[in-house]
Every structure is written in structure tokens, then in C-alpha cells.
């Protein structure tokens, strides 16, 4: 049994480490800090390749991406694609949300987009969507995902709404609330390639612990 004199007081604030923080009974708990959004488009024979010429466009080629699910997490802050690239190495291993969508018919248009809202309250977590289709342009696939990050955190925050109405229309009603803050899309759309080779789109955000 441990000494009680090693035990942390039960009303301890939790200790901070450089990739999170610790709780009594858990070991590191990662929690981002900062978060970064970036699109891109990529063109090339190959599929991984556009893929590859994407990710490059977007500036996080050199990063090894893990895919996670959509919460904003509570009082993290949206820096710049060219602050949040400074702040990371070659070869780590950063979390993110993301989107993407790939097209080798020609003349065939695509969208990916990564939608965010964010709460009033830097307390309270908030929420990241992701969206990709065929046939939508830069502007309705950034307003889907959008709507969708924003209705998600109007659930969890209790605010009444009609789904049924336009997107502007609940985005004036949430933001009235004073319950939500900011709602954002980062979007990216691309006709295929005339010739046939692959074409790529991304959306993406980028998380920093």
C-alpha cells in the first residue's frame, strides 16, 4: 500500500506534462493544445501519388498523420498553417481530422472539407465534422460540413432549432444564442484531370499537442 504522504492531495490540480496532462490514477492524458487547418490538391499517375502531391500542397506532407474523431477539444486554440508547421518536426506523429476524396474520370468534380464549431465557453469541447462528394462545389461542401460541426454542438449545448431550415438561418439563430462562438469550414475542390490521372482533394485539422 502507498505511503499517504505520496499520495497527491484528492483537490490536486493535475500535474502538466509537454504532450498533456496527468490525472490521479491515469497515465499521460493527451489533450491539444492548438489546431491548424490546411487544404490541398494533388495530381498524378498514380493514386498514392496525388495523394502525396496533395498532403505536399497542404504543407503537412512531412508529418505521420493519425486520423481521429471530431471533438474540439476545450480551450484549444486555431493558430495559422504557417505558425502550426513551426511548431512541428519531420517524422512525428500528430493527430488530426481529415477528409479527402479522389477522382481519376475526367472533368469530374470533387470536394473534401473539414467543418469546426467552437463553444463560447473554453470549458466546453466543441465539435470538428467531416464531409466529401461528388459533384458539390467549394462553396456547398464547406456550408455542409459547416452545418454539420455547428448542429452537433447546438445538441449538445441544448439550443432548439429546426433542421429543416436553411443553414444561414441556424447559424444566425446559434450564434444569437451566445452559446457558440465561431463556426468555420476548410474546404478544397478540384475538377479531374482532362487526361485521366488521379486527382486528390484534402481538407484537414491539424492538431498540436
Given at each position: ?41 494533388g ?48 517524422g512525428e ?65 441544448g ?51
Amino acid at each position: 500500500m502507498p505511503d499517504e504522504q505520496s499520495l497527491p492531495p484528492q483537490n490536486a490540480a493535475p500535474a502538466s506534462t509537454p504532450g498533456g496532462i496527468v490525472l490521479p490514477g491515469r497515465n499521460v492524458v493527451i489533450l491539444p493544445k492548438k489546431i491548424f487547418f490546411t487544404k490541398g490538391v494533388g495530381v498524378h499517375k498514380e493514386r498514392l501519388g496525388s495523394f502525396e502531391m496533395a498532403l505536399r500542397m497542404a504543407g503537412i506532407e512531412f508529418l505521420n498523420l493519425i486520423l481521429v474523431s471530431s471533438i474540439f477539444p476545450p480551450g484549444c486554440k486555431k493558430i495559422s498553417k504557417e505558425e502550426g508547421v513551426k511548431l512541428v518536426q519531420p517524422g512525428e506523429v500528430i493527430f488530426c481530422v481529415y477528409d479527402r476524396l479522389q477522382t481519376n474520370e475526367p472533368n469530374r468534380l470533387i470536394a473534401a472539407s473539414v467543418g469546426a464549431a467552437i463553444p463560447a465557453d473554453e470549458t466546453q469541447y466543441g465539435y470538428l465534422s467531416e464531409h466529401h462528394a461528388f459533384g458539390e462545389t467549394e462553396e456547398k461542401a464547406g456550408e455542409y460540413a459547416e452545418d454539420l460541426a455547428a448542429s452537433m454542438l447546438a445538441t449538445t449545448l441544448g439550443i432548439e432549432f429546426d433542421p429543416n431550415t436553411a443553414w444561414s438561418e441556424r447559424e444566425q439563430l446559434y450564434k444569437m444564442s451566445g452559446k457558440i462562438v465561431k463556426t468555420m469550414n476548410m474546404t478544397q475542390s478540384a475538377i479531374g484531370n482532362k487526361e485521366g490521372l488521379w486527382t486528390t482533394v484534402i481538407a484537414a485539422g491539424v492538431f498540436i499537442t
